[in-house]
């Protein structure tokens, strides 16, 4: 019989196993807001002192590859951020990817294109939308969103479910002061 101390080491395995259950031909439209589901499930539940979460918290590491799925190609990431960092608004390519917030307040503001998307290098966004991610909320991000995270409190640990690694995607960061979109 399992020990619930050994349960709880698991709760990064038992999620990942969840998603790997679901994930089928990875084409269903509807996976994002399963992944959301999931990993809101998992914040709610994982314990910090699980080795893994443990040594995430403590290192403080801004940007922690927690598992890469050698036969779908997810990725789950963990990330501590302090308060007041911030990153400039940015798509994922043809990915999607979902956000969840277990410690801290994490807000994340959508964009919309305002210049019909034309125009090699040039784009102009405006904010349309923020959701704030408090302990225990996820939001899925699907293809083509623009978007920005600012951690308002911190330090803010927050998991990143990528569907595919970003390094092999063509995607781009937008700067908002010169209307210019840049391959990331
Ligand atoms: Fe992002």
């Known amino acids: 019989m399992q020990t619930l101390a050994a349960i709880q080491e698991n709760s990064l395995e038992k999620y990942i196993q969840e998603i790997r259950s679901i994930w089928g031909d990875g084409k269903d439209p509807q996976l994002p807001f399963k992944v959301q589901a999931l990993m809101k499930k998992h914040l709610l539940s994982a314990n910090p002192d699980e080795p893994w979460l443990a ?40 990915c999607w990817v979902v956000y969840g917030s ?25 904010a349309k939308d923020r959701h704030r991610l408090s302990p225990g ?3 899925p991000y699907l293809p083509g969103d623009i978007h920005s995270t600012n ?11 990528l569907s595919y690694d970003l390094e092999k995607v063509e995607r781009y960061r937008y700067n908002l002061s010169e209307g210019t979109a ?3």
Not at 56 to 84: A, C, N, T
């Open 182 to 184: 840049t391959r990331v």
């Open 102 to 126: 277990y410690r801290g307040l994490t807000e994340i503001t959508l964009y919309q294109r305002t210049d019909g998307g034309k125009g090699p290098g040039k784009a102009t966004v405006e």
């Open 151 to 161: 951690a308002l409190e911190g330090p803010a640990v927050v998991f990143r479910f």
């Open 55 to 94: 040594d995430l918290i403590r290192s403080g590491e801004p940007s922690k590859e927690l598992y890469r799925d050698p036969d779908k190609g997810f990725i789950q990431m963990g990330h501590v951020h302090p308060q007041g960092r911030a990153n400039s608004p940015h798509d994922h390519g043809p």
């Open 137 to 139: 909320v996820a939001y």
